[in-house]
């Protein structure tokens, strides 16, 4: 198993709902530790930039204003398989989809407000966590 590091977000909805410890005890559980973290409302910028990847989609700018409408968690998680895991433990982007037992089943009420983001692929984690972070902001412990 290939240890590596993903970034996930706590988003609005769920940190609103003080689901933040719920969802980190979920990360935990799984293998994945917390290796750096930050409670921020992101700018509309930092948002526009983040999310830069979906800027011709439809539901951008609701995307944006979504993740600007209150404090969020940002997280680095460190473990095997980190960047996939997290997925799995997410689940599907839409809470309807979602399997149960996954985060997004149990805490995001729809694909706007739903709970988290994690990163989907080795170069999306590794820009997403420098988007954030400094590598001396992250402690490792692998
Ligand atoms: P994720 O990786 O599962 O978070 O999904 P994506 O990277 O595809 O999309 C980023 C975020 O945009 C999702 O978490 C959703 O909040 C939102 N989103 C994606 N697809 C849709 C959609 O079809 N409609 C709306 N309203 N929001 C969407």
Redesign the pocket.
């Known amino acids: 198993m290939t240890t590596q590091r993903t970034l996930s977000i706590i988003k609005p909805d769920a940190v609103k709902n003080d689901k933040i410890g719920a969802i980190t005890m979920r990360f935990e559980a799984a293998g994945l530790r917390v290796i750096a973290a930050k409670m921020e409302k992101l700018t509309l910028k930092q948002a526009q930039d983040f999310?830069a990847v979906?800027k011709d989609?439809p539901?951008f700018n609701?995307?944006v204003a979504f993740i600007c409408s209150g404090p969020v968690m940002i997280q680095v998680l460190e473990g095997p398989n980190a960047i996939l895991l997290n997925r799995s433990l997410?689940g599907?982007?839409d809470p309807k989809q979602a399997a149960a037992g996954t985060i997004r089943a149990d805490f995001a009420e729809s694909?706007?407000k739903?709970a988290v983001?994690?990163s989907?692929s080795i170069e999306t984690a590794k820009q997403e966590i420098a988007f954030f972070f400094t590598e001396a902001q992250c402690f490792s412990r692998a």
């Open positions: 999310y979906h989609r539901f609701d995307l997410m599907a982007t694909i706007d739903n983001h994690g989907d």
